[in-house]
T-cell receptor, first 117, second 110 residues
Framework: DAGITQSPRHKVTETGTPVTLRCHQTENHRYMYWYRQDPGHGLRLIHYSYGVKDTDKGEVSDGYSVSRSKTEDFLLTLESATSSQTSVYFC????????????????FGQGTRLTVV | KNEVEQSPQNLTAQEGEFITINCSYSVGISALHWLQQHPGGGIVSLFMLSSGKKKHGRLIATINIQEKHSSLHITASHPRDSAVYICAIFTSGSARQLTFGSGTQLTVLP
């Protein structure tokens, strides 16, 4: 299994509070991704990183920010949590850009279940 | 409009049955990913393929690029195969992004 650890695994927070989720990898992979998974939807990309301090938005980035100050850590922050951000959050990593034909694939963490009340 | 459609959404089978899960997509792709999500929530990569067929143990994945269709087959199914199976595509020109299907919930009864 790829060395990816998400923390916390479960969190309940109140509306309006800031929340930070952490993804830590030991694979030294360059690319890291944050997804959210909701019933009836496939996983949707929030933000991704293609190197230290290099990040970009995904399709559902509103209300989220990210930071990557070290190769191994990718942080997802909800500045002011809302009930619509109740979801399961997955971090993923890849050595090369996804689907570029170099045999790369995504490896996923165990997920973080976040409930905003 | 979902670029990736999986069928069926739910599938119940008896142990030993041959299982097929389908994935259709509507855009050009560079590759397709099959993933397995365990009841505990963890997601594991099964296959990544861009043409033809791949086999790993009792799992077989095929893809037809012209027809924009992929299938995941499980031979001699077992209750431990019970999981959500997810198809995801790498869309051409968006090498950093995966577009996911909503998954197929498979339950294999003993």
């Amino acid at each position: 299994d790829a060395g990816i650890t998400q923390s916390p695994r479960h969190k309940v927070t109140e509306t309006g509070t800031p929340v930070t989720l952490r993804c830590h990898q030991t694979e030294n992979h360059r690319y890291m991704y944050w997804y959210r998974q909701d019933p009836g939807h496939g996983l949707r990309l929030i933000h991704y990183s293609y190197g230290v301090k290099d990040t970009d938005k995904g399709e559902v980035s509103d209300g989220y920010s990210v930071s990557r100050s070290k190769t191994e850590d990718f942080l997802l922050t909800l500045e002011s949590a809302t009930s619509s951000q109740t979801s399961v959050y997955f971090c993923a990593i890849s050595e090369f850009p996804l689907g570029t034909g170099r045999g790369t694939e995504a490896f996923f963490g165990q997920g973080t279940r976040l409930t905003v009340v | 409009k979902n670029e990736v459609e999986q069928s069926p959404q739910n599938l119940t089978a008896q142990e030993g049955e041959f299982i097929t899960i389908n994935c259709s997509y509507s855009v050009g792709i560079s590759a397709l990913h099959w993933l397995q999500q365990h009841p505990g929530g963890g997601i594991v990569s099964l296959f990544m393929l861009s043409s033809g067929k791949k086999k790993h143990g009792r799992l077989i994945a095929t893809i037809n690029i012209q027809e924009k269709h992929s299938s995941l087959h499980i031979t001699a199914s077992h209750p431990r195969d019970s999981a959500v199976y997810i198809c995801a595509i790498f869309t051409s020109g968006s090498a950093r992004q995966l577009t996911f299907g909503s998954g197929t919930q498979l339950t294999v009864l003993p």
